[in-house]
């Protein structure tokens, strides 16, 4: 049970999970390329003593393996999944009172705890030039605070537990920001923040928000959690703290938590924005500078013994990897309760996570049907593409199979829907929405389109070991690989405008389809794409529009349905897309020393960049 980040720290310390750098680092770059290299070996959290230009120490890969989550929460993982089983399941308290006698206790210790003064106790006034001003990828615009709690309160209920607490990214330094006086906030307009600010527009006042940055590990997490309606992000952080949060508010008015290593309090003014970005972001691209709302700084605190956390997200797996899988251990599979028939939904992290959905869901609406096909399948399908975060994905494959299959083992899902779906029937498209504001392959910010595979029948194919031999004689293409059962990629050249991949479509369809290849990949490196699985989910499914990139063999249109015999996505790199994350030759030199012999991380030997 930690009562600060400090405490944090030294008991990661005190059990062999932490390593100490007592050299000066580098905040601009060289910090991120120590972490990104401790991550790749499953290294320990770090913290850097010496951050050059600040007085603060700073600490990264906290959560970094899962082992370690569960050793930060120990002491509350059980009763906190006790209590979350009984938010989605009240009647389970009544089925097995002595199991769950505990959950009232553990949520009564996690009520807020408001403490009445007008100035934070504990704490000095700082300016954000003392922080430690972190620049990630060599191409980011500036310094960013990459673990935020940033805590917002309803306009028109005022008060902690009609308050939101989310993760969204700070720019502090960079771009046209007055140094020590602005901040770049950059959320989606759907996040609790984003329906506060709304209301504060429309009352046409300024919208006060205070960013919370350390204190316990669980006030980190908290602030990304899927939490079920009425329990707030306090109430949880209380309850996998082991300790109710307390929090005052200053003279100001903005709400302080007193367990936080830093505080920034400002306001969010109507209409009032600046250009924020690039920012190296989780899909593995940047995403670009883009005008988001301006935050004007008010006042900034730090505590004793302050520590500044910070993480890096770059393509999966990062240490925001293990954020997710301490979620689904937390809050068990929530989906499930949430949506009738659905078994699994699985975020596929290695295409960046909201990209790609795979799903297993139920079948019952036509049992007396002797032809099986997706019914109840597709009503899943539009619940779950409307359900929070899941709303951004480009790509949902769902089918209703067995206890043998798992959307967990990716390349054997994706082999049974294969297998199993009609290309002609079972391809479902939206078109003209939105996806993740991070995702450029679409055809505007947060604009693009979305496609339900849903594969339910008895086997239809085998499918292709190898590379079809009448596939290679294409005289399009240039070179071929094989990506799994069922999958090729190929190179046609560089993309220009889409138009050779519907050439392609039309050689394929008058060569004949083959059945036992139903999905066809065109990419800029078919062996990069080949080499691993995580490889052809990361290129294929974050650098393709469904409505734009799909085309197929003996594509037709019946009652405005599209159909085809193959599937065929022009996974290329577009002259729209956002450049992909490429490490600074020069700091990965400086930061070597560290992993030489006498340095502190000797011991681990980094694998270097794995990015196309």
């Known amino acids: 049970m930690y009562q600060s980040m400090e405490d944090a720290v030294l008991d990661l ?200 940055i350390g204190g316990p590990p669980a006030h980190t997490l908290s602030a990304v959690m899927p939490l079920p309606e009425g329990l707030s992000e306090m109430t949880f952080a209380g309850l996998l703290a082991g300790r ?126 002797k032809t099986k096909r997706p019914a109840e399948l597709l009503t899943i399908a539009n619940r779950i593409l409307g359900t929070g975060q899941l709303s951004l994905a480009k790509y949902l494959f769902i089918t209703a199979g067995d206890d043998a299959v798992s959307t967990h083992d990716e390349a054997g899902f994706l082999n049974y829907v294969l297998e199993r779906i009609d290309l002609q029937r079972d391809l479902h498209f939206q078109t003209e929405t939105t996806i993740d504001t991070l995702d450029y392959s679409g055809t505007g910010l947060n604009t693009g389109s979305k496609v339900i595979a849903a594969a339910y029948s008895d086997k239809r194919r085998e499918l292709a070991q190898a590379v079809p031999s009448a596939l290679k004689r294409q005289e399009l293409i240039e070179k071929t690989a094989f990506v799994q059962p069922g999958v090729a990629a190929v190179e046609i050249g560089s993309y220009a405008d889409g138009s050779d991949a519907e050439l392609l479509a039309e050689q394929l369809t008058k060569a004949g389809a083959d059945d036992t290849l139903p999905m066809i990949v065109i990419v800029d490196d078919a062996d990069f794409t080949a080499a691993q699985t995580s490889n052809f989910l990361w290129s294929v499914f974050t650098r393709s529009n469904p409505s734009h990139d799909i085309s197929g063999v003996n594509e037709q249109y019946r009652f405005k349905h599209w159909g085809c015999d193959q599937m065929i996505i022009d996974a290329r790199k577009k002259p729209h897309h956002a450049p992909p994350l490429v490490k600074d030759e020069a700091v990965e030199r400086r930061t070597a020393r560290f992993f030489e012999p006498g340095g502190v991380l000797h011991h681990l030997q980094s694998k270097g960049d794995a990015n196309e």
């Open 244 to 369: 109710r949060f307390r929090y005052s508010y200053d003279s100001g008015g903005y709400a302080i938590s007193n367990d936080a290593d830093f505080v920034i309090t400002g306001d969010i003014f109507p209409d009032e924005t600046k250009p924020e970005g690039p920012f190296g972001d989780h899909l593995g691209y940047y995403s670009l500078t883009h005008d988001f709302p301006l935050m004007r700084i008010q006042n900034v605190y730090a505590r004793e013994n302050a520590i500044w956390p910070f993480t890096v997200v770059g393509r999966p797996p990062q240490e925001d990897t293990a954020f997710g899988a301490m979620i689904h251990e937390l809050t068990g599979d929530a989906v499930r309760q949430e949506i009738p028939g659905v078994k699994e939904v699985h975020a596929v992290d290695a295409a960046g996570v909201h990209p790609l959905l795979f799903a297993i869901g139920s079948e019952r609406y036509t049992p007396y049907q």
């Open 13 to 212: 310390e005190k059990h062999g999970h932490l390593v100490r750098i007592k050299e000066e680092v580098d905040p601009n770059l060289e910090m991120a390329s120590i972490h990104l290299k401790v991550f790749e070996q499953g290294g320990p959290a770090i913290l850097f003593e010496r951050v050059k230009g600040s007085p603060f120490p700073a600490v990264s890969n906290m959560f970094g393996t899962m082992e370690r989550c569960r050793f930060l929460f120990r002491s509350t993982l059980g009763s906190v999944q006790n209590v979350m089983q009984v938010r989605h399941d009240p009647a389970a308290a009544l089925k097995k009172p002595w199991k769950h006698v505990t959950s009232g206790i553990a949520a009564t210790n996690a009520l807020p705890l408001k403490r009445k003064t007008l100035e934070p106790v504990g704490f000095q006034k700082i300016s954000i030039d003392e922080l430690p001003l972190i620049r990630h990828w060599p191409e980011d615009g500036g310094a960013f605070v990459t673990l935020p709690q940033v805590y917002s309160e309803d306009p028109e209920q005022p008060g902690i537990m009609n308050a939101n607490l989310g993760m969204y990214r700070v720019q502090l330094s960079g771009n046209e920001f007055e140094l020590n006086k602005e901040a770049g906030m950059h959320y989606q307009i759907h996040r609790g923040i984003g329906v506060h600010q709304s209301k504060a527009v429309k009352k046409g006042e300024p919208l006060k928000v205070s960013i919370f």
